[in-house]
């Protein structure tokens, strides 16, 4: 039986996070879903709050997962922009300011998902944050956006991120010419490699395009890993990915992953593109030495 997070497609490590979230069971006050459109973050999101309220961990089954996947659940509510309107407003975060601190009607958790979050007004904004300064224990809030730089920082400090990511043709084609240097720092000659990949890295947009690359490779690895080769997007390369898959752990691997993507979110958000491929890189190679 597939589960409610099984059903998060395209993104496999979105699903190993919020599956390790469940199974410590330390949720957090608020999520921010962060990645490009159409890559299923309020669909993720409602997935979550079947699993976190689900006896059964989202069997989609149930009273409590049949009645949010139609949008029926007094306690799993979607915030968003109101017809004709270009900001989520004061009056709609002052309602959701008062519900909050409710105790859920039939739920384990109240959950409210704010789609497209930095659309929020700032006096939304400040609404929000006032709530997450002192959260109530039953009120989970997960924030969706395009736009990751939109959001108030004092909101999204208070969020733990999870990326979603989106493959192109274009990104694909990309990736084929550059699956020489790629390779070469993915292998033995990594730290020979360094000067070659910042430079490649000079400007936003091919600092973007390297570290997809990297979100390319290292999930395939992990896809591997994990017994689910028929996934893999760089089939013409499947024995060194599995000459990777070999010398890491999946643990590792996630831990990688989260790394290369915080380094996409800090793009979105405008930081130096060779200081950031500079980090990366320079955190990549000294993960790499942890985890053979």
């Known amino acids: 039986m597939s589960s409610a997070i099984d059903r998060i497609k395209g993104q496999f490590l979105v699903r190993r996070i919020l599956q390790g979230i469940l199974k410590t069971g330390r949720l957090a006050t608020a999520y921010l879903f962060a990645g490009p459109e159409h890559t299923g973050k309020k669909f993720a999101g409602f997935q979550f709050g079947k699993a976190i309220n689900c006896e059964r961990g989202g069997c989609e089954e149930c009273q409590t997962c049949i009645q949010i996947e139609k949008g029926i659940h007094p306690d799993v509510r979607l915030i968003t922009l109101e017809p004709d309107k270009k900001e989520i407003s004061i009056e709609l975060m002052r309602d959701v300011q008062k519900e909050a601190f409710l105790k859920p009607c039939l739920a384990r958790f109240k959950v409210y998902i704010i789609e497209e979050a930095h ?33 108030f920082p004092t909101v999204a400090s208070r969020c733990q991120k999870v990326r979603f990511v989106g493959t192109t043709t274009e990104d694909s084609e990309d990736l084929a010419k550059r699956e020489n240097e790629i390779l070469q720092f993915m292998g033995p000659e990594g730290i020979e490699s360094f000067r070659n990949l910042r430079d490649m890295a000079g400007s936003r947009n091919d600092s973007i395009k390297i570290i997809d690359a990297f979100l390319i490779w290292y999930r395939d690895v992990l896809l591997l890993k994990e017994g689910a080769a028929d996934g893999i997007f760089l089939k013409q390369m499947r024995e060194n990915l599995q000459e990777c898959a070999n010398k890491y752990c999946a643990e590792f691997l996630i831990q990688m992953l989260k790394r290369i993507l915080d380094a996409r979110y800090q793009l979105a958000n405008y930081v130096n593109p060779v200081l950031v491929m500079e980090s990366l890189l320079v955190d990549l190679n000294h993960l790499k030495a942890q985890g053979i």
């Open 119 to 151: 659309t929020l007004s700032e006096e939304a904004s400040n609404s929000l944050l006032k709530i997450l300064e002192e959260p109530p224990e039953h009120t989970i809030f997960i924030l969706t956006t395009s736009s990751p730089q939109g959001i």
